[in-house]
């Protein structure tokens, strides 16, 4: 089992940065791949950004070269940083681990760009 818990989501104006941070716990060592999904009213889910255990990130063609993924140490924490950001960018933003085959979500953390 792993738990993912998000923080660092707010409220923020265009043009503005934030960063998001996933932390997991359980058997983290089994994962295999984290990634940062978003869902805004209306939308649906949108992978926004993942890595693998090896290193490899990739991203959604909206938000290349204004975000970038990275990790502290071998698999946890994970963050999000976020710049430039554009009122398009308002959505939940939900962190997503595999393990084993299985695939784990966090709770959520609200991202509000104002115009």
């Known amino acids: 089992q792993v738990q993912l818990v998000e923080s660092g989501g707010g409220l923020v104006q265009a043009g503005g940065s934030l960063r998001l941070s996933c932390e997991a716990s359980?058997?983290?060592?089994?994962?295999?791949?984290m990634a940062w999904y978003r869902k805004s009213p209306g939308k649906q889910r949108e992978l926004v950004a993942f890595?693998?255990?090896?290193?490899?990130?990739n991203y959604a063609d909206s938000v290349k070269g204004r975000f970038t993924m990275s990790r502290d140490n071998v698999k946890n924490p994970v963050y999000l940083q976020m710049n430039s950001l554009k009122p398009e960018d308002t959505a939940v933003y939900y962190c997503?681990?595999?393990?084993?085959?299985?695939?784990?979500w966090g709770p959520g953390t609200q991202v509000t760009v104002s115009s």
């Open positions: 997503q681990a595999v393990s084993f085959g299985n695939i784990y």
């Open positions: 359980g058997t983290i060592f089994s994962i295999t791949r």
């Open positions: 890595i693998t255990s090896g290193g490899i990130t």
